[in-house]
């Protein structure tokens, strides 16, 4: 089955700085990339998510970068800000409209004012 | 739009009693939920995919005499922790995708409802 592999497992950086965020997934199959953000105690909540019929994508501060010869994609959060610290989760998917999710471990982002 | 609820929110029983935590769609139709266990600082794992009016798939591992998953409409699925014991204690997410055949629906995932298992 697919495994996910992600880091880093916790990143602190300063307040207006950039954060990225490594994703690995193991199995050729999956097209299917979304990125999930997670504040203490809530519930996870799609952020960006990309296929694998593009490179690229972004929205905002946000984006998140492809590679599927190498298998792994990234997330790029641009311009920190306090309220960007919860927890990060990548996941890769493959099945259409019957997919289902293997997340990574998760990355603990922590902006600093 | 789009809101998974889940009840309820946390949950304390006895080692050997079973508990059943239930999913809503509240404002869209849900053909499929899928439900994850989530330990303390870990990832979600998926425990099983529901489809409304049939029986649930489990991954590997899970079992599903153990936690009974039924998903007896387009709004609702349930799950049953079964003769439930210390290690059973986590937090347990369901998610839901609306009735399409578009691939790739998003998931929305419920508050997640926190087991303590005494």
């Known amino acids: 089955g697919e495994n996910v592999e992600q880091h880093p497992s916790t990143l602190s950086v300063q307040e207006g700085d950039s954060a990225v965020i490594k994703c690995t997934y193991s199995?050729?199959?999956?097209?299917?990339f979304p990125w999930y953000k997670q504040e203490l105690g809530k519930r996870p909540q799609l952020i960006i998510d990309?296929?694998?019929?593009?490179g690229e994508k972004k929205d905002q501060r946000i984006a998140v970068t492809l590679n599927k010869t190498a298998k792994h994609f990234s997330l790029h959060i641009t311009e920190t800000q306090p309220e960007d610290s919860a927890v990060y989760f990548c996941?890769?998917?493959?099945?259409?409209?019957?997919?289902?999710?293997?997340f990574g471990k998760g990355t603990l982002l922590t902006v600093n004012p | 739009g789009a809101v998974v609820s889940q009840h309820p929110s946390w949950v304390i029983c006895k080692s050997g009693t079973s508990v059943k935590i239930e999913c809503r769609s509240l404002?869209?139709?849900?053909?499929?939920m899928f439900w994850y266990r989530q330990f303390p600082k870990q990832s979600l794992m998926l425990m099983a995919t529901?489809?409304?009016?049939?029986?649930?798939?489990?991954e590997q591992g899970v079992e599903k005499d153990k936690f009974l998953i039924n998903h007896a409409s387009l709004t609702l699925s349930t799950l049953t922790v079964t003769s439930a014991h210390p290690e059973d204690s986590s937090f347990y997410i369901c998610?839901?995708?609306?009735?399409?055949?578009?691939?790739?629906?998003?998931?929305?995932f419920g508050p997640g409802t926190r087991l303590t298992v005494l």
């Open positions: 998610s839901a995708t609306e009735a399409s055949g578009t691939a790739y629906n998003e998931q929305f």
């Open positions: 199995d050729s199959a999956s097209n299917y």
């Open positions: 990309i296929r694998s019929n593009v």
């Open positions: 996941a890769a998917a493959w099945g259409g409209s019957n997919y289902k999710l293997t």
């Open positions: 404002d869209f139709q849900a053909t499929t």
């Open positions: 529901s489809n409304e009016g049939s029986k649930a798939t489990y």
